[in-house]
């Protein structure tokens, strides 16, 4: 297939002697030896392309130049050297003129910051771009609606974006993008700004559109596990360098220098997520007067085998097993004296769940996770704890919270 | 020190030189200037702001009053107004509002364009920045002999003068409001491929708006000070009155007078401010303000 677009050497070097820095970046100078002699390299000998359908992340830290890449895509920034083909047209060689047609015709935006015109509704702004075109104004404001629906702001047309929360702002942004029908969009830290459950679910409805009106997207962020979730592909950016191009799995698994290794390893899961993240509140629990018939109802009731008992002060007391209570039910005790295991792991909150393995591979039950006073604050069952390992929205929803 | 140490810089004889190279060389163009700003613009004006009955205009300065800002305003016009009759100075402020509309529309006129270039480009701005700097700094009387000169005594040399000394905040306002409107937003403009002109006209002057109406006010207030100096060399209105009532040592005159210029200049400094107020942005940000 065609790629939609394609970036072909591209170099983007600001200050003095731009063409000649170029040169020197060619025959191998280092960005910090230009930056020496007052020349900034932002983008440096990026080559990639992108197919239709396809939503492609260009990852980096602040300062890696993807910003920069971004827009030389739409020719807002003009390429030092190199070409940039939109739809098989070197944009580098059209006029301004031109140049506002491709961007007006092929390429829509988002913004980090959503830039909104304050003064415009909500309406009049996601149908800026089609007004810029020069759509009719039934048209345009019938289309501008639809964008609206499309995003979730059926009825929001005439508020003013000042009246909007930062996800629906943004929200707002996408439509102004999505209404002008362009095939690719550029989206530049377009979730950066949203707080981070409002940023998933952006991020799901982004997917979502892109299913159903399989657009082309360039997405630029500084979130890993953003490029994770979004990246058909991802490139990773270091100091104006494309260092590695490839799906998660391919970045995750053989990433391919120290930088992007180190970088994975940053967001190994395990290490960021500690045991309060993963527990769950117990289903039930048990308290420490009751007797064995007690137990025995509450395990029937919840499809038990395993049951945590704890004091009036929800202190843990220790754990009882279905087997052991039946034989006590059986036995007519009246108390759980002999059948309560007190000599069992517990983790506390803080503890990383690559350190939770452990202990939960000695444990027969799932593990208890311990808060002040040594209080029952929730358990984490060894299923949960594998699931923490996928990159899953529940658990990265804990997280965010 | 010795004075003849630096030899002497006649910069005062130069400007005069050119100003007499001026008024030889450009009367035509002098005497049209004249005409346009006295017998076209301010006699008519003038005439027709008088002709109107005072109780009449003040009722309806103060309904502008109401309608722009409140009713408190409106009745505080209404009153103030009445004042001015009361004093006996209705013909002459009514001439100084017509000065002052007359400079303050020319001064805008020229401000704006001048912000605006200034505002898309640095070199430009470098430029009329200190010229800028020049005219507001330069005390305002200096600029009354080179158009006396020009343009003789009557009202045209105090409207030129008060042109060329009010026009400085006009041009700095525009130009900071439009350099303050967020880049992004701007971009934004250019990523959906809108060519220069509309984002000018679209995005930039809107977003700008209340910076821009805060320079026209500035522009009122000192053509309205600049006028009543225009006294001097014969514009008439208040400022006649003012400088009469100095040359002659009256001090009911003077006071009086200069208490209609205070009331003209209440008047009109509230009006345009509230009509900053009323731009599109300014009654987005309103509206959108937290309750509280």
């Given at each position: 297939m065609t790629p939609l677009i394609r970036s072909e050497q591209t170099f983007k070097v600001f200050g003095r002697g731009a063409e000649d820095a170029v040169d020197k970046l060619r025959a191998g100078a280092s960005v910090e030896e230009l930056r020496e002699v007052g020349i900034t390299a932002a983008v440096i000998d990026a080559t990639f392309d992108v197919s239709p359908g396809e939503i492609f992340v260009v990852m980096g830290l602040s300062g890696s130049g993807k910003s920069t890449l971004l827009r030389m895509v739409n020719g807002l920034l003009e390429p030092t050297a190199g070409s940039m083909y939109i739809d098989e047209e070197d944009?580098?060689?059209?006029s301004a003129k031109q140049l506002r047609r491709v961007r007006s015709q092929k390429v829509s935006m988002v913004f980090q910051h959503f830039a909104l015109f304050p003064h415009r509704t909500v309406g009049e702004n996601a149908a800026y771009g089609l007004e810029v075109k020069g759509v009719g104004k039934t048209e345009r404001e019938a289309k501008a609606a639809e964008a609206l629906g499309m995003v979730g702001l059926d009825g929001w047309g005439d508020s003013l974006p000042g009246q909007l929360s930062g996800g629906m702002r943004q929200r707002v942004g996408l439509a102004r993008a999505l209404a002008c029908e362009t095939q690719i969009m550029l989206m530049d830290e377009a979730f950066s700004a949203l707080d981070p459950l409002i940023r998933r679910e952006m991020q799901d409805q982004l997917i979502e559109l892109q299913h159903r009106l399989d657009k082309t997207i360039l997405f630029i962020t500084h979130d890993l596990n953003e490029a994770m979730r979004l990246g058909d592909r991802i490139a990773m950016m270091r100091s104006g360098s494309i260092v590695q191009i490839g799906t998660a799995e391919q970045i995750l698994h053989d990433p391919a220098n120290d930088y992007v290794a180190q970088f994975v390893q940053d967001v190994d899961r395990t290490r960021i997520l500690t045991a309060s993240s993963v527990m769950e509140p117990p289903v039930a629990v048990l308290g420490s007067e009751s007797g064995p018939m007690a137990a025995h109802k509450l395990m029937r009731d919840h499809q038990l085998t395993e049951l945590f008992v704890v004091d009036r002060d929800k202190r843990l007391r220790g754990v009882v097993f279905a087997p052991d209570i039946a034989q006590a039910v059986h036995n007519g005790r009246s108390d759980l004296n002999d059948v309560l295991q007190t000599d069992i792991a517990t983790v506390t909150r803080d503890v990383a769940i690559a350190d939770l393995f452990s202990e939960a591979a000695q444990s027969r039950a799932a593990l208890p996770v311990l808060g002040e006073g040594d209080r029952l604050d929730g358990v984490i069952p060894i299923v949960t704890l594998l699931n923490a390992l996928k990159v899953e929205p529940a658990v990265h929803e804990r997280e965010a919270v | 020190m010795d004075q003849d140490f630096l030899p002497a810089l006649p910069i005062g004889d130069w400007f005069a030189a050119l100003v007499t190279w001026v008024s030889d060389n450009l009367g035509g163009l002098l005497s049209l200037i004249g005409f346009v700003l006295d017998d076209l613009l301010y006699e008519h004006l003038s005439d027709l702001l008088t002709a109107i009955p005072p109780l009449i205009m003040a009722l309806a300065l103060g309904l502008l009053g109401f309608f722009v800002r409140g009713w408190k305003f409106g009745l505080g016009s209404l009153i103030g107004m009445l004042a001015i009759q009361a004093m006996r100075w209705w013909p002459e402020s009514m001439d100084t509002l017509a000065l002052v509309l007359i400079a303050a529309f020319f001064a805008t006129i020229f401000a704006i364009p001048i912000g605006i270039a200034a505002a898309r480009n640095s070199q430009v701005s470098g430029v009329v920045r200190p010229i800028m700097d020049f005219m507001q700094t330069m005390p305002a009387f200096v600029y009354l002999i080179p158009t006396l000169f020009f343009f003789g005594i009557g009202a045209t040399p105090g409207i030129v003068a008060t042109i060329i000394f009010a026009m400085a905040p006009g041009v700095r306002l525009t130009e900071l409001g439009i350099r303050q409107v967020d880049p992004e937003m701007v971009e934004a403009g250019h990523a959906f491929g809108a060519p220069p002109k509309q984002i000018l006209f679209r995005i930039q002057i809107p977003l700008a708006m209340p910076t821009i109406m805060a320079g026209i006010n500035q522009v009122i207030m000192l053509s309205l000070s600049m006028v009543v100096i225009a006294g001097i060399v014969g514009a008439g209105g208040l400022g006649g009155a003012v400088y009469s009532g100095i040359t002659r040592l009256d001090i009911a005159k003077g006071f009086s007078a200069g208490v209609g210029v205070v009331i003209l200049a209440v008047y009109l400094d509230r009006l345009t401010a509230a009509l900053g107020s009323r731009s599109a942005v300014a009654k987005a940000t309103k509206k959108t303000a937290p309750a509280h």
């Open positions: 944009i580098t060689k059209l | -």
